[in-house]
């Protein structure tokens, strides 16, 4: 080995050593790829310094996530301690089918898929093609926007807003609760980022409560997702009222902030990578390969979590119960074992079979309407502005959970071209 080349394995070593997910740099805000290489390499299985364990290595997320019996969903032994027993945010992601095992997370996971149905997704489209539309007509007018306020995050509050039927004069508040409320799930939270996570929660639990009422008076048709929630009630094992809301809830953040990302995510990629635009451009039919690989090299969920219940080896590393992993989705996604040339964005990719939407039980429920969101908008957009581009500087949200941008301005003509009021960085 030259003394180049051990220097830089040398450095990567001592990067993964060190790693602290509790603790990030900006630099791994900005890019954490190269973080994520060296854990692969020489951390697969990397202690931390709270004693848990973050992995990073494509086959072993694969395992992990469709083995439930070694492996559990359930967190309110963590989220006990990071939240305080009792506290909204407990009850909220404790009651979250997402978060729990068989047979609570069998009898909700059965409900919202059964709700969730290809009519109500079929119904979706024609909507979702005018919504994104209008939103195009008013960029046109401007000139220039910011890709995520005003496109990216305006898509998926309407499309989750409508599967549930919420009256649109009642959207405004649902954006901010869901980013307060997943924003708490962020491995290090501070007082107030949890004081606001109890408030988003006991406010959009009092607002479903009203509207779940409002829904029981007044049932309406067949591609009304809480309408048909409703209709469960009575079914051989009913969600209780606390149980419906909470997984309303859950349903109406899940969608939010991952489908913006992955908007927002594909639309920084496209527009950084000129060739891959072009040949988008010129083959609309690869559109859908073209949203794989967004999810892929820029997954919008980066982490996930499950608990050791039976001991097991992964890496040559021993695991016993009571272990807390960390999984990360980002690294799994480049790695050079489940994908050839990982970092390269190639929108044509295929095989493509990225961990994005994680697999097994717990598998997105959402992922088709992820999916749908994603292709439209990404699609339109491109196609009705050949001059799109970027302008100004983008912000990222500093999450390492949920990767993605608060703001990318852009301009859809060559007659503006100045930094974005705001200046660089990120918030
Ligand atoms: C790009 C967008 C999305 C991404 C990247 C994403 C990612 C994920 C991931 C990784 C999980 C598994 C979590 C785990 O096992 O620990 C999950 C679960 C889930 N997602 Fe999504 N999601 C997206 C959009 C959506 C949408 C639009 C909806 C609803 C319409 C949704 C509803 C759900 C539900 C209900 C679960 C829980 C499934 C279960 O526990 O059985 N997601 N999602």
Same mark, same amino acid.
């Given at each position: 080995m030259s003394d180049i080349s051990s220097i830089l394995n040398e450095s990567a070593r001592a990067l993964a050593a060190a790693f602290d997910p509790n603790c990030l740099s900006p630099g791994f805000y900005a890019d954490p790829y190269p973080t994520y290489s060296a854990l692969r390499e020489f951390a697969p299985v990397h202690r931390c310094p709270d004693g848990s364990y973050f992995l990073s290595r494509y086959a072993d997320l694969d395992r992990i996530y469709r083995d439930r019996r070694a492996f559990s969903a359930d967190k309110k032994a963590v989220f006990g301690s990071k939240?305080? +027993?009792?506290s909204p945010l407990y009850e909220h992601h404790t009651t979250s089918l997402v978060f729990n095992d068989p047979p609570y997370h069998t009898r909700v996971r059965r409900q919202i898929v059964g709700a969730l149905t290809p009519h109500a997704l079929k119904a979706m489209e024609p909507k979702l093609i005018a919504l994104i539309d209008r939103l195009l007509d008013r960029i046109e007018m401007h000139g220039q926007c910011d890709l995520i306020e005003d496109f990216a995050a305006a898509i998926p509050v309407e499309i989750i807003g409508d599967l549930l039927r919420v009256p649109h004069a009642e959207r405004d508040p649902l954006r901010g609760w869901s980013l307060a409320i997943l924003g708490a799930l962020e491995p290090v939270l501070d007082a107030e980022q949890q004081a606001r996570g109890d408030v988003a929660v006991m406010e959009f639990v009092d607002y479903l409560r009203t509207l779940i009422a409002e829904r029981r008076k007044n049932p309406l048709g067949d591609d009304d997702m809480l309408t048909r929630l409703l209709r469960e009630?009575?079914?051989?094992e009913p969600l209780t009222e606390h149980e419906l809301l909470h997984n309303c809830v859950f349903l109406l953040n899940a969608g939010h902030e991952t489908t913006t990302n992955l908007i927002g995510n594909g639309l920084h990629l496209l527009l950084t990578h000129e060739n891959e635009l072009q040949r988008l451009r010129a083959a609309p039919e690869l559109i859908a390969t073209t949203v794989e690989e967004c999810l892929r090299y820029e997954s919008s969920n980066q982490f996930g979590n499950r608990l050791v219940v039976e001991q097991v080896e992964i890496a040559g590393t021993t695991l016993a119960p009571g272990a807390y992993l960390t999984l990360c989705i980002g690294a799994a996604n480049r790695d050079p074992q489940g994908f050839a040339d990982p970092d390269r964005f190639d +929108?044509?990719?295929?095989p493509n079979p990225h961990l994005a939407f994680a697999v097994g039980a717990h598998a997105c429920a959402g992922m088709s309407v992820a999916r749908l969101e994603a292709r439209c908008a990404l699609l339109r957009i491109v196609q009705r502005f050949p001059t799109l581009a970027l302008a100004g500087h983008p912000f990222r949200s500093n999450r390492a959970r949920f990767r993605g941008f608060r703001v990318l301005p852009a301009k859809i003509g060559n007659g503006y071209g100045g930094a974005w009021p705001g200046g660089a960085g990120s918030v």
């Open positions: 939240y305080g +027993i009792g009630e009575q079914a051989a +929108i044509g990719r295929t």
